[in-house]
């Protein structure tokens, strides 16, 4: 494949690129670097040589991505830019649905400015668990056909780009240049690239897992659970958490095995809800640390429970995760950030 990475330079885009670059594709990341890093872009240049390359663009530039995929011939997309904290969103949802959904629809004209529409034949979407919202009584685990009822303006945008994406590829296929599509819903991504070179570093850092490893680092005095009062076990939402490797096997296996003219969805999640409590008893045993930890109020937009049902990306992608025990994942996020206590910036 020859592909185009859109937030190449993110933590889960930089993983995508390694994966596929390791797999012997082409691969251009583009991204505007407002929250990837350089630092990585670097890395892979240097491991990978000229069958990587880094274009600094947004995702929202036309001509950057046009001319992306001419001069390089690319035939895949993997749609990873995006802007992604739920409690941001909900304070600034224009913003999200600017980045999230406009620059996605010019992205998609971008694609039909290039070699006549024909090139891109492929279209891998990051979607999210968030375009479910709250999942009705008997809904959890989620399996795809859980109603989407959205409960941020991150969650609506990733919804409606969904939308426009199906309609995108119905276009495309009465035009005869039908694509393959997938829209992987992802549920909580978590950890680092096994080998130790990629890792995971936001700025702001809102992730649990980030987060409960600077305050286990001592890089912060105290952090914060969001909601002890909900109605689960422990008081605490509950989540899936994937580990970034084998969300990116889910990718390539989409790519594999979609063909043109098809539209799928699926959810990426391995199963099984961890509280945010249980993460962080994980964190404890993993780093050996212990710190401090304030029971805060709700973060606005959050959902209560949210857990996969893999039935349908384990029949059709034969896909399954290699981690499934919370310590192994949490230790793979542990040992980069001790290696790179200043993430990317200070490496
Ligand atoms: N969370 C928390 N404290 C933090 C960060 C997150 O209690 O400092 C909670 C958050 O409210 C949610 C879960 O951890 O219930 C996962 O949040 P995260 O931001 O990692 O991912 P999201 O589910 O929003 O995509």
Same mark, same amino acid.
């Given at each position: 494949?020859?592909?185009?990475?859109?937030?190449?330079?993110?933590?889960?885009?930089?993983? &995508?690129?390694?994966?596929?670059?390791?797999?012997?594709?082409? *691969?251009?990341?583009?991204?505007?670097?407002? !929250? $990837?890093?350089?630092?990585?872009?670097? %890395?892979?240049?240097?491991?990978?040589?000229?069958?990587?390359?880094?274009?600094?663009?947004?995702?929202?530039?036309?001509?950057?991505?046009?001319?992306?995929?001419?001069?390089?011939?690319?035939? +895949?997309?993997?749609?990873?830019?995006?802007?992604?904290?739920?409690?941001? @969103?909900?304070?600034?949802?224009?913003? /999200? /649905?600017?980045?999230?959904? @406009?620059?996605?629809?010019?992205?998609?004209?971008?694609?039909? &400015?290039?070699?006549? $529409?024909?090139?891109?034949?492929?279209?891998?979407?990051?979607?999210?668990?968030?375009?479910?919202?709250?999942?009705?009584?008997?809904?959890?685990?989620?399996? =795809?056909?859980?109603?989407?009822?959205?409960?941020?303006?991150?969650?609506?945008?990733?919804?409606?780009? =969904?939308?426009?994406?199906?309609?995108?590829?119905?276009?495309?296929? @009465?035009?005869?240049?039908?694509?393959?599509?997938?829209?992987?819903?992802?549920?909580?991504?978590? $950890?680092?690239?096994?080998?130790?070179?990629?890792?995971? #570093?936001?700025?702001?850092? +809102?992730? %649990?897992?980030?987060?409960?490893?600077?305050?286990?680092?001592?890089? !912060?005095?105290?952090?914060?659970?969001?909601?002890? #009062? /909900?109605?689960? =076990?422990?008081?605490?939402?509950?989540?899936? /958490?994937?580990?970034?490797?084998?969300?990116?096997?889910?990718?390539?296996?989409?790519?594999?095995?979609?063909?043109?003219?098809?539209?799928?969805?699926?959810? *990426?999640?391995?199963?099984?809800?961890?509280?945010?409590?249980?993460?962080?008893?994980?964190?404890?045993?993993?780093?050996?640390?212990?710190?401090?930890?304030?029971?805060?109020?709700?973060?606005?937009? #959050?959902?209560?429970?949210?857990?996969?049902?893999?039935?349908?990306?384990?029949?059709?992608?034969?896909?399954?995760? =290699?981690?499934?025990?919370?310590?192994?994942?949490?230790? +793979?996020?542990? #040992?980069?950030?001790?290696?790179?206590?200043? $993430?990317?910036?200070?490496?």
């Amino acid at each position: 494949m020859r592909v185009l990475v859109t937030g190449g330079a993110g933590y889960i885009g930089s993983h &995508a690129c390694q994966r596929l670059l390791r797999d012997g594709h082409h *691969v251009v990341a583009v991204d505007s670097l407002f !929250r $990837g890093h350089r630092a990585p872009m670097g %890395l892979l240049g240097a491991e990978f040589g000229d069958r990587f390359a880094f274009v600094h663009a947004d995702v929202g530039d036309r001509a950057s991505i046009t001319g992306a995929i001419d001069a390089h011939d690319l035939d +895949t997309v993997m749609h990873f830019g995006a802007i992604a904290y739920v409690g941001e @969103s909900v304070d600034d949802p224009l913003w /999200y /649905y600017r980045n999230n959904v @406009s620059a996605g629809i010019a992205m998609l004209e971008a694609i039909d &400015a290039s070699r006549d $529409g024909r090139g891109v034949d492929r279209v891998i979407f990051s979607s999210s668990c968030a375009t479910y919202g709250d999942p009705p009584e008997g809904m959890i685990p989620v399996p =795809e056909t859980c109603p989407q009822r959205p409960t941020s303006p991150y969650g609506f945008s990733k919804l409606h780009f =969904e939308h426009i994406l199906l309609d995108y590829a119905n276009k495309r296929r @009465s035009d005869g240049k039908p694509i393959a599509l997938a829209m992987l819903r992802y549920f909580n991504v978590a $950890g680092s690239d096994r080998g130790g070179v990629l890792g995971e #570093d936001h700025t702001p850092e +809102t992730h %649990l897992v980030p987060v409960a490893m600077q305050a286990a680092q001592g890089r !912060r005095a105290s952090m914060s659970i969001f909601g002890t #009062d /909900y109605p689960t =076990e422990d008081g605490t939402c509950v989540r899936d /958490y994937v580990h970034v490797e084998d969300l990116i096997e889910a990718h390539v296996r989409a790519a594999d095995r979609i063909g043109p003219g098809v539209s799928e969805a699926y959810n *990426v999640g391995i199963g099984a809800g961890y509280s945010v409590r249980q993460i962080l008893d994980s964190v404890r045993r993993v780093s050996g640390t212990d710190f401090e930890v304030i029971e805060a109020g709700r973060r606005a937009g #959050d959902a209560i429970a949210l857990y996969n049902d893999p039935t349908k990306i384990k029949r059709e992608l034969g896909w399954s995760p =290699e981690i499934t025990e919370i310590d192994e994942l949490v230790s +793979t996020a542990w #040992d980069w950030f001790q290696a790179n206590p200043d $993430g990317y910036a200070k490496g």
